[in-house]
C-alpha cells in the first residue's frame, strides 16, 4: 500500500476534504504553478496555498519542495500521496456515476475526445446511432491532438477517448484497437502521377511536393517512417491536421496530398483523383481508450460495442480493472 496508503487509512475523525485532495492533484498537473492551480479551480492562489499547508500539517508531511514560496515538485511521501489522491477522486466520480446508473438509466452527459479525422469520417454514423438510441443523453464531441485527448481521460473531462497516436502509451490508459487504415495518394484531376503504367512507388511520389497531415497526427509517423526507410526525404511543403485543409491545396495544384483513405469521397472530391498506396506506407491502427479503474455508464458501453461489436461489456470491465504495467 505504501506509506501514504497507510497514512490516510489510519486517519479518524479528520479535516481532510476534497478541495485539498484536487488542489494537489491540480499542483502537480499544472507543473506547481499555483496561480495556474488557482485559475484552473476557479480559487485564489492565497486559498491555494493555506489547503495545501493545512494538508500538510494535517498528514505531518511536506508533500511538496520548496524554494521560498515557488513549489519545485514532489517530495517521496508527495509522489506516493498523489497516487492515493488520484484514486480516491477517481473512486468519488465513481461513486457518483454508480448513482447516476441507477437513478436515471437513459439520461446523463457523455463527453467523447476525438481527432478531426475520427470526427469527421469515422463517428458520424455512430453518433447518430447514439442520439437516436439515447435522446436525453446529452453528448459532446471534443477535437483535439492525441496527446490533449490522452490528458482529457487522466483528468475525468472525457468518457472516451479515439485516436491513432498516442493513447497506448499512456500507462493510466486502457485501449482497445478499433480498426486498421492506409493512407491513400490523392492528385488533381489529370495529374502526371494518374497516367503512370507501373505501380506508384515512393521515389515517383518524391518527385512532387507533398502536402500532409502535420507531425503526430492521423499515421504521419507511418508516412515518415517509410520515406526513411527508403532513404527519401520527400519535400513537405504543407502540413495540417484537417484532411479537408490538404484536400483544398492539393486542388490548387500546390502539391499531391497523402490522406487518410477514408478521408476521400468521389462524390464530394470530383476535381481529385486518389491512387492506392496500400504498398507504400505501413497500416495504421485507431484505438479507443478509457482510464483505468473508471466506472462507466451503461450507455457507455453501448457506445464501445457499436464501435468495436466485440468488444463487450464484460472485456471492457475486465480491461478497466488490470492495473498499468509496474502497479501491484
Known amino acids: 500500500m505504501g506509506w501514504a496508503g497507510a497514512r490516510i487509512d489510519s486517519f479518524q475523525g479528520d479535516n481532510m476534504n476534497f478541495q485539498q485532495l484536487r488542489i494537489v492533484r491540480e499542483t502537480v498537473r499544472q507543473d506547481f504553478n499555483l496561480t495556474e492551480v488557482a485559475n484552473?479551480?476557479?480559487?485564489?492562489?492565497?486559498?491555494?496555498?493555506?489547503?495545501?499547508?493545512?494538508?500538510?500539517?494535517?498528514?505531518?508531511?511536506?508533500?511538496?519542495?520548496?524554494?521560498?514560496?515557488?513549489?519545485?515538485?514532489?517530495?517521496?511521501?508527495?509522489?506516493?500521496?498523489v497516487e492515493v489522491v488520484d484514486r480516491i477522486l477517481l473512486d468519488a466520480q465513481n461513486l457518483r456515476r454508480i448513482a447516476d446508473q441507477f437513478a436515471s438509466r437513459e439520461t446523463g452527459h457523455f463527453v467523447v475526445a476525438t481527432t478531426h479525422t475520427q470526427a469527421r469520417y469515422a463517428l458520424p454514423k455512430v453518433i447518430k446511432w447514439f442520439k437516436t438510441d439515447y435522446p436525453k443523453v446529452h453528448l459532446a464531441l471534443h477535437q483535439g491532438s492525441p496527446d490533449e485527448?490522452?490528458?482529457?481521460?487522466?483528468?475525468?473531462?472525457?468518457?472516451?477517448?479515439?485516436?491513432?497516436?498516442?493513447l497506448d502509451k499512456v500507462p493510466s490508459l486502457v485501449t482497445f484497437p478499433c480498426y486498421t487504415w492506409q493512407h491513400a495518394v490523392i492528385v488533381p484531376q489529370g495529374h502526371p502521377l494518374l497516367a503512370r503504367e507501373q505501380p506508384l512507388t515512393l521515389e515517383a511520389l518524391a518527385e512532387y511536393p507533398i502536402i500532409t497531415y502535420h507531425e503526430g497526427f492521423t499515421g504521419r509517423a507511418r508516412i515518415d517512417e517509410a520515406f526513411a526507410a527508403a532513404g527519401i526525404v520527400p519535400d513537405i511543403v504543407l502540413s495540417a491536421i484537417d484532411a479537408d485543409v490538404i484536400k483544398t491545396y492539393v486542388a490548387e495544384d500546390l502539391g499531391v496530398g497523402i490522406v487518410a483513405e477514408m478521408a476521400y469521397d468521389p462524390q464530394k472530391d470530383r476535381e481529385l483523383a486518389l491512387i492506392k498506396a496500400?504498398?507504400?506506407?505501413?497500416?495504421?491502427?485507431?484505438?479507443?481508450?478509457?482510464?483505468?479503474?473508471?466506472?462507466?455508464?451503461?450507455?457507455?458501453?453501448?457506445?464501445?460495442?457499436?464501435?468495436v461489436p466485440e468488444l463487450g461489456e464484460e472485456l471492457v470491465k475486465a480491461a478497466l480493472k488490470q492495473p498499468s504495467n509496474g502497479e501491484e
Open 40 to 81: 484552473a479551480l476557479f480559487t485564489s492562489q492565497p486559498g491555494v496555498s493555506k489547503h495545501i499547508r493545512d494538508l500538510e500539517d494535517e498528514l505531518g508531511v511536506e508533500i511538496f519542495l520548496r524554494r521560498g514560496k515557488r513549489l519545485l515538485g514532489l517530495t517521496p511521501p508527495g509522489a506516493e500521496l
Open 149 to 166: 485527448i490522452a490528458e482529457m481521460l487522466e483528468n475525468g473531462a472525457a468518457d472516451v477517448g479515439i485516436a491513432t497516436e498516442a
Open 278 to 307: 496500400d504498398g507504400l506506407f505501413p497500416p495504421s491502427t485507431t484505438r479507443l481508450a478509457l482510464r483505468r479503474g473508471t466506472f462507466l455508464r451503461a450507455y457507455t458501453y453501448a457506445f464501445i460495442e457499436k464501435i
